[in-house]
């Protein structure tokens, strides 16, 4: 019998026996089969917030057509390079490829974040002091020509 079929006849026999969920392995296979269930297998609230979610600011930012400056590391994000000192750039700074925009620390290091592109920055999407995962957008900038 086909992949198809077969998986058909496991998604019939779930319902029949009113199963929420069927693991089966045979013939070096394994099939696991999960029915969603609100009442059994609630969804996370992350999860049923996301859904609810209106278009966000960040959405209709990106339909302009810029263009978000991501970390390239794990680590706390700082816009100074030292307390109290001017921070590198602030919204609707232009700036210019090679320009550093801000300071990631890492394992007891500065790792300067600089600039790939000319444009606007038009918001700064991280507090400073913040912690900021691998690829997290830090800033949203409108390339300029």
Known sequence: MDIKGRLEELV????????????????GRKIKLKKYNPTINPLPPEIR??????????QEEKK???VELKSPMVGTFYRAPSPGAKPFVEEKDIIKPG?????????????????????EIVKIMVEN????EFG????LIKPLP
Do not use: R, S
């Open 12 to 27: 019939k026999f779930m319902e029949e026996n009113n199963l929420c969920e069927l693991e089966i392995e045979e013939e």
């Open 49 to 58: 917030l996301k859904e609810k979610e209106p278009v966000t600011q960040q």
């Open 64 to 66: 302009e057509n810029l």
């Open 99 to 119: 320009d550093v925009v801000c300071i990631i620390e890492a394992m007891k290091l500065m790792n300067e974040i600089k600039a790939e592109i000319k444009g």
């Open 129 to 132: 002091g913040e912690p900021v």
């Open 136 to 139: 997290q957008p830090l800033f």
